[in-house]
């Protein structure tokens, strides 16, 4: 079995769709209004966006979106560093890896396990 659904309530609908839009590729499906939005990737993921007053996370609480490579990790920083997010370089952790905190309220991570 597969996970493939997550819904996610974030205090802006429509700065974290174009957020996940942007630099990963999901696809819009549906929205109303700035209230909510349904995104899908080309790997069966469907991801609701709910508006909420606050979103209020665990502190490890996060996203992420696994990369094929190390090199693709350090291009998704660069875009994200040279758009002006506040995001530290990556390291290896338990995998090559950065965290980014997304428009709306949720942490987003990026990785790659290509040198385990």
């Not at 174009?18 to 109303?32: G, M, N, S």
Request: proline letters at 4%.
């Amino acid at each position: 079995m597969k996970l493939n659904h997550l819904n996610l309530t974030v205090t802006d609908v429509k700065l974290a769709k174009e957020f996940l839009e942007k630099y990963f590729d999901l696809q819009i499906k549906h929205t109303r209004n700035d209230s909510f939005a349904l995104l899908n990737d080309d790997h069966g993921l469907v991801l609701s966006l709910m508006k909420g007053s606050q979103a209020s996370y665990p502190k490890t609480f996060h996203i992420g979106f696994i990369q094929p490579n190390d090199d693709q990790v350090n291009k998704i920083y660069q875009r994200l560093k040279d758009d002006g997010f506040d995001v530290k370089p990556p390291q290896r952790a338990h995998g090559w890896t950065f965290y980014v905190q997304a428009p709306g309220g949720f942490t987003v991570e990026v990785l790659s396990f290509e040198n385990l």
